[in-house]
């Protein structure tokens, strides 16, 4: 995986154990960032990364950090495509009504990267039917 330091407090992303999907992403921040409650504050990680051909990047929380302070990327998955080149900036959204502060070097999120499928869009009159239909919020839940 190519990845590219922007700046001297950049980490290379890491995984919590063999069997993690998940990159840990770092902040490379050098002081202390305070996120308001349901306010969110844009974090670079000081990388910039070249995702293998065929693949994206989801930037995804980290479980114990969204449970347990109610951090999260706001924009969830974050997608990183195979073309980007600029830095990795995670948008931490605090759902907390308490502020919290991300210190430097913490882990901020992770990024799991994921196959995708290329489709040709063709127009049609009708779609084909299904059991389920038209059938949309809530639809397969209990009648």
Known sequence: MNYKRLNDNAKTP???SDGAAGYDLYGA???TIEI??????????????????GLWAAILPRSGMATKRGLRPVNTPGCIDEDYRGPVIVALHNDSDEVQ???PG???A???FLPYYLV????VNELSDTERGNGGFG?????
């Not at 040709?120 to 127009?123: A, I, L, S, Y």
């Open 36 to 53: 308001k409650p349901h306010k969110t504050v844009m974090i670079d990680t000081g990388l910039a990364i070249e995702v293998p051909v």
């Open 120 to 123: 040709d869009w063709n127009e």
């Open 139 to 143: 639809s397969t839940g209990e009648k």
């Open 106 to 108: 913490e882990r901020i």
């Open 14 to 16: 890491t995984r919590g």
């Open 29 to 31: 921040n050098t002081y």
């Open 101 to 103: 502060n991300v210190e």
């Open 110 to 112: 992770q990024m799991v």
